[in-house]
């Protein structure tokens, strides 16, 4: 992997770190980036919420789905600047949770760069 991608890859980490931190009070358990052309994958272990591992835990799933419709335009407005400025270009995004109901809870998130 050249330096740069390894650069960019730290970049992300941190960034993702900051937005673990913002609503856990911690770092996260398992970060994992990956790198591909103009696309980048950032894979998050758990939640990003410790009140949302107990509702998972208790079998509250459906006010987690509810509480995450409501954070997710929330955390869009509080990061799309950073991932603007640390990529260097405009993007589009996706993001998911996966496995919402077991201990494998992931969130995905997908970056592409849009060229122009």
Not at 61 to 88: A, C, H, N, R, T
Not at 108 to 114: A, F, Q, S, V
């Amino acid at each position: 992997m050249p330096n740069k991608d390894l650069e960019l890859e730290e970049k992300i980490r941190r960034l993702v770190i900051k937005i673990v931190k913002h609503y856990r009070g911690k770092g996260p358990e398992n970060v994992k980036i990956k790198l591909e052309n103009s696309s980048i994958e950032i894979s998050i272990k758990g939640i990003l919420s410790n009140l949302s591992e107990i509702l998972v835990k208790e079998g509250a799933v459906q006010i987690v789905k509810d509480y995450w419709k409501i954070m997710k335009p929330y955390l869009e407005k509080e990061f799309s600047k950073e991932v603007y400025e640390l990529i260097g270009s405009n993007f589009k995004y996706s993001w998911e949770i996966c496995n919402l109901e077991n201990e494998e809870r992931t969130i995905i998130i997908k970056i592409d760069e849009i060229a122009f």
